[in-house]
C-alpha cells in the first residue's frame, strides 16, 4: 500500500508512516557517568530493565507480544532513553481505523510514566507523527527527530506532544464518535503554557487514577460477595477512595523526595511544577490533604 509522506506517496518496505515517541530518562546519563562500581552499573542495569518492561519491550507475555505484532510496534531501548514507534497502517488499525488504537498507545504512554514515578524513575518525552525508515542496523526518521526536539525544549517531566500529532488526533474524523462528555481529546491531554513555549502534554496523572479499581485482595472481593446490596456499594466507593489515595500519597512522597536531592534551582524547578500538576489533580480526587505534595 503506498504511503503518504509529505503529500506524496512511495513504496518501500521498510518505510512507514506513523507516530514516534522518544522518551527520556531523568537522571540516567549522570548516573551512567558516575558509576564506578560493579552495584552502581547493577542499579542502573536493574531501573533500566523496569523501563523495558514498562514500554513491553520484548514482552514474554504472549497477549502483550501478539498486540505488538498487530500493531508493528517498535521498541527500542538504550542508556538513557527509550524509543517506540507505532505506524498508523497495520492489522489492528485495517478495520477500526487509526484513533481508537493510537489513543490506546498513548494511554499506555500514561500508565509506563505514572508506574515510572512510582518506582522514583521520572519521564520526559516527545511524541510526532512522520516517515520511519528502519533497515537492519540503520534508522532514519522524520517523527523521532521532531519528537526528540520537543522533548529537549520541554522543561517539565511530562511527556509532549508536537503540534503535528495533537492536530492530528483533535481533528480525526472518528472523534466525532465521542461525546462532549467523553472527549478523549480534553480527558487525555492538558496544556503547558508559558511565555516562551506552549505545547499538549499526556494528563498521565488523571489516566492513572481513572483506571483504579476498588480492589486489590481476594478478601475484598470475599467481603463483596458476601455482602448486602447496600454494603456492596460502600465497599466499593471506599475500596476505589483506598486506592486513589494510596497511588496519591506514593506519587507525592517520591516527588518529594526527587526534589529534596535535586542538585541545582533548574532540576528543582521541573519536581516543583510536578508537585503543582500533581496537586491540582489530587484536589479533583481526593480531600485527604495526605495526598498533597509539599515541596
Given at each position: 500500500?503506498?504511503?503518504?509522506?509529505?503529500?506524496?506517496?512511495?513504496?518501500?518496505?521498510?518505510?512507514?508512516?506513523?507516530?514516534?515517541?522518544?522518551?527520556?530518562?531523568?537522571?540516567?546519563?549522570?548516573?551512567?557517568?558516575?558509576?564506578?562500581?560493579?552495584?552502581?552499573?547493577?542499579?542502573?542495569?536493574?531501573?533500566?530493565?523496569?523501563?523495558?518492561?514498562?514500554?513491553?519491550?520484548?514482552?514474554?507475555?504472549?497477549?502483550?507480544?501478539?498486540?505488538?505484532?498487530?500493531?508493528k510496534k517498535t521498541v527500542l531501548a538504550f542508556s538513557d532513553c527509550v524509543i517506540i514507534n507505532v505506524?498508523?497502517?497495520?492489522?489492528?488499525?485495517?478495520?477500526?481505523?487509526?484513533?481508537?488504537?493510537?489513543?490506546?498507545?498513548?494511554?499506555?504512554?500514561?500508565?509506563?510514566?505514572?508506574?515510572?514515578?512510582?518506582?522514583?524513575?521520572?519521564?520526559?518525552?516527545?511524541?510526532?507523527?512522520?516517515?520511519?525508515?528502519?533497515?537492519?542496523?540503520?534508522?532514519?526518521?522524520?517523527?523521532?527527530?521532531?519528537?526528540?526536539?520537543?522533548?529537549?525544549?520541554?522543561?517539565?517531566?511530562?511527556?509532549?506532544?508536537?503540534?503535528?500529532?495533537y492536530k492530528y488526533f483533535s481533528d480525526h474524523d472518528h472523534r466525532k464518535f465521542y461525546s462532549e462528555?467523553?472527549?478523549?481529546?480534553?480527558?487525555?491531554?492538558?496544556?503547558?503554557?508559558?511565555?516562551?513555549?506552549?505545547?499538549?502534554?499526556?494528563?498521565?496523572?488523571?489516566?492513572?487514577?481513572?483506571?483504579?479499581?476498588?480492589?486489590?485482595?481476594?478478601?475484598?472481593?470475599?467481603?463483596?460477595?458476601?455482602?448486602?446490596?447496600?454494603?456492596?456499594?460502600?465497599?466499593?466507593?471506599?475500596?476505589?477512595?483506598?486506592?486513589?489515595?494510596?497511588?496519591?500519597?506514593?506519587?507525592?512522597?517520591?516527588?518529594?523526595?526527587?526534589?529534596?536531592?535535586?542538585?541545582?534551582?533548574?532540576?528543582?524547578?521541573?519536581?516543583?511544577?510536578?508537585?503543582?500538576?500533581?496537586?491540582?489533580?489530587?484536589?479533583?480526587?481526593?480531600?485527604?490533604?495526605?495526598?498533597?505534595?509539599?515541596?
Amino acid at each position: 500500500m503506498p504511503l503518504a509522506v509529505k503529500g506524496e506517496f512511495v513504496l518501500e518496505d521498510n518505510l512507514s508512516v506513523g507516530i514516534t515517541a522518544f522518551i527520556d530518562i531523568l537522571g540516567f546519563g549522570e548516573k551512567i557517568l558516575n558509576a564506578e562500581s560493579f552495584d552502581d552499573i547493577k542499579i542502573i542495569k536493574q531501573e533500566i530493565e523496569q523501563i523495558q518492561k514498562e514500554f513491553d519491550f520484548e514482552s514474554k507475555d504472549e497477549q502483550i507480544s501478539e498486540l505488538q505484532k498487530s500493531h508493528k510496534k517498535t521498541v527500542l531501548a538504550f542508556s538513557d532513553c527509550v524509543i517506540i514507534n507505532v505506524p498508523l497502517q497495520s492489522e489492528a488499525t485495517e478495520y477500526s481505523g487509526t484513533f481508537d488504537p493510537l489513543m490506546n498507545e498513548l494511554v499506555g504512554f500514561a500508565y509506563t510514566q505514572g508506574s515510572c514515578v512510582l518506582n522514583s524513575i521520572f519521564l520526559r518525552g516527545g511524541v510526532e507523527t512522520g516517515w520511519w525508515l528502519q533497515e537492519g542496523s540503520t534508522l532514519m526518521s522524520q517523527s523521532l527527530v521532531d519528537s526528540v526536539k520537543r522533548e529537549s525544549s520541554a522543561d517539565v517531566p511530562v511527556i509532549a506532544l508536537c503540534e503535528t500529532i495533537y492536530k492530528y488526533f483533535s481533528d480525526h474524523d472518528h472523534r466525532k464518535f465521542y461525546s462532549e462528555d467523553d472527549d478523549p481529546i480534553k480527558s487525555m491531554f492538558r496544556e503547558y503554557k508559558t511565555d516562551d513555549d506552549s505545547f499538549f502534554y499526556i494528563d498521565y496523572i488523571s489516566i492513572c487514577l481513572r483506571s483504579l479499581d476498588w480492589h486489590r485482595s481476594r478478601s475484598q472481593l470475599n467481603k463483596y460477595q458476601a455482602s448486602s446490596p447496600e454494603e456492596k456499594d460502600e465497599i466499593v466507593t471506599s475500596g476505589h477512595r483506598d486506592n486513589v489515595d494510596d497511588w496519591l500519597c506514593e506519587h507525592a512522597r517520591n516527588i518529594e523526595e526527587a526534589y529534596k536531592i535535586a542538585p541545582n534551582k533548574k532540576v528543582k524547578y521541573k519536581y516543583q511544577w510536578l508537585s503543582n500538576y500533581h496537586n491540582e489533580i489530587s484536589e479533583k480526587y481526593s480531600t485527604n490533604t495526605s495526598c498533597q505534595c509539599k515541596v
